[in-house]
């Protein structure tokens, strides 16, 4: 399976994703080879960087570390294809259009039979790749068009629209996934092939963090954060990042990351 992380904070700020643990990860002490993406977004848009490669050998990937760019909002993606051959259009994470502005979704499971299963229609949004994960995206935003026409809708109505689509897709199979639509993140805790090859949870963990300009004593692999400012930052990932007390999400629980706190959370 793959692995999936994010980051929401308070301020932007300068995150080198894939310094050590990413590209280490993407096929060097992981087996997650079939390739890699990286969604920074920005005042209503992201800059996506995708590639159908390893990224523990993507000349791509280290010339991005070496980038300053600065977000409030990350999203990244490893990949261990599953379903869909090793091409860009099957490369995560994803991203359309709605209302008026770049969401992004990454997930980490298998979802058996979601494009015959008519609780998951896709209409307006159509995938472009192979994936049960590009169409579980397009799908959610499908269900999810009718409440921003006007609009972004409340937090609350986005969180539960997002928690009742989150239980029809665990009834498929492992369901772990990010969504992000430019004003949080949803984190989505199921199930993933562990250590050990059970399919089991946690899915995700989280990890809340309040950062000064003083040097942090826990900096976390793969990460780089500029600390000009008070800063406050919240974690998601597959697996723990560092030895600090990261938080199991339960299976079927959304953690809501928003401006660098642990917003809401809801188990569907």
Not at 159 to 180: D, E, K, Q
Request: net charge negative.
């Amino acid at each position: 399976m793959c692995e999936l992380f994010a980051l929401s904070a308070r301020l932007p700020t300068t995150v080198r994703l894939s310094l050590d643990e990413l590209a280490r990860h993407g096929g060097e002490t992981g087996p997650h080879r079939d390739g890699w993406g990286v969604g920074f977004m920005q005042e209503g848009d992201a800059l996506l960087v995708r590639e159908p490669e390893a990224a523990s050998e993507s000349r791509c990937l280290t010339f991005l570390r070496q980038q300053h760019i600065r977000s409030g909002t990350v999203i990244a993606h490893i990949r261990k294809a599953t379903q869909g051959p090793r091409l860009l259009r099957n490369t995560q994470p994803f991203a359309r259009e709605l209302g008026g502005r770049t969401h992004l979704f990454a997930h980490n499971g298998m979802l058996t039979g979601i494009e015959s299963d008519p609780r998951f229609p896709t209409r307006r949004f159509l995938r472009v790749g192979d994936t049960d994960s590009e169409h579980a995206f397009c799908a959610l935003l499908d269900r999810l068009a009718p409440a921003w026409e006007r609009g972004q809708p409340p937090l609350a109505d986005r969180l539960a629209l997002v928690a009742a689509f989150a239980a029809g897709l665990r009834t498929l199979g492992p369901a772990s996934f990010l969504y992000a639509d430019g004003d949080a993140i949803f984190a989505h805790g199921h199930r993933r092939r562990d250590a050990s090859g059970e399919i089991r949870p946690p899915g995700l963990h989280v990890l809340c963090r309040s950062c000064s300009a003083a040097e942090d004593e826990h900096p976390v692999p793969g990460v780089s954060i500029d600390r000009g400012h008070e800063q406050e930052v919240a974690l998601a990932a597959s697996v723990p990042l560092t030895t600090e007390p990261w938080e199991a999400l339960r299976e079927g629980e959304i953690a809501v990351l928003h401006e660098g706190r642990l917003a809401m959370r809801e188990r569907s």
